[in-house]
C-alpha cells in the first residue's frame, strides 16, 4: 500500500509541473521621478524568478512604465511581481492578463 501511495504522489507531482505554462501580464509601477527609475524598476521586476520583460512603455509625464512580462506560473504571481518594486519605493500593480487564464 505503502508503494501504491508513493507512485500516486509522485505522479500527481510530475503531471503539475506539465500544467505550468509561461503567461503574459502588464504590470505598471509609478512615482518614477528620475531618468534612473525606470531601470530601477526594470531590475527590481527581473529579480523575481523567471520573469522576462518582453517590451516597457514609459511615459515621462505620468511618471510610469508599463512592463509587458512574461513569466512561470508554477514559479510566481503577477502580484509578486508587481511588489518587487515596493523595494526600492516604487508601486507597482497588475493591469491585465493577457493570457487568457
Same mark, same amino acid.
Given at each position: 500500500m505503502?508503494k501504491?501511495?508513493?507512485t500516486?504522489?509522485?505522479?500527481?507531482? =510530475?503531471?503539475?509541473a506539465?500544467?505550468?505554462?509561461q503567461?503574459?501580464?502588464? @504590470?505598471?509601477?509609478s512615482e518614477?521621478?528620475?531618468?534612473?527609475?525606470p531601470?530601477i524598476?526594470?531590475?527590481?521586476?527581473k529579480? @523575481?524568478? =523567471?520573469?522576462? @520583460?518582453?517590451?516597457a512603455?514609459?511615459?515621462? /509625464?505620468?511618471e510610469?512604465i508599463?512592463?509587458?512580462i =512574461?513569466?512561470? /506560473?508554477? @514559479?510566481?504571481?503577477?502580484?509578486?511581481?508587481?511588489?518587487?518594486?515596493?523595494?526600492?519605493?516604487?508601486?507597482?500593480?497588475?493591469? /491585465?492578463?493577457?493570457?487568457?487564464?
Amino acid at each position: 500500500m505503502n508503494k501504491l501511495w508513493t507512485t500516486l504522489i509522485a505522479g500527481l507531482l =510530475s503531471t503539475s509541473a506539465a500544467w505550468s505554462a509561461q503567461q503574459q501580464t502588464s @504590470i505598471e509601477v509609478s512615482e518614477l521621478y528620475c531618468p534612473s527609475c525606470p531601470y530601477i524598476a526594470a531590475d527590481a521586476v527581473k529579480t @523575481i524568478e =523567471s520573469v522576462e @520583460i518582453i517590451e516597457a512603455d514609459y511615459d515621462k /509625464d505620468a511618471e510610469t512604465i508599463v512592463f509587458l512580462i =512574461s513569466y512561470d /506560473d508554477a @514559479i510566481t504571481t503577477p502580484e509578486a511581481i508587481a511588489e518587487a518594486p515596493m523595494q526600492y519605493g516604487y508601486p507597482g500593480r497588475v493591469l /491585465d492578463d493577457t493570457s487568457g487564464s
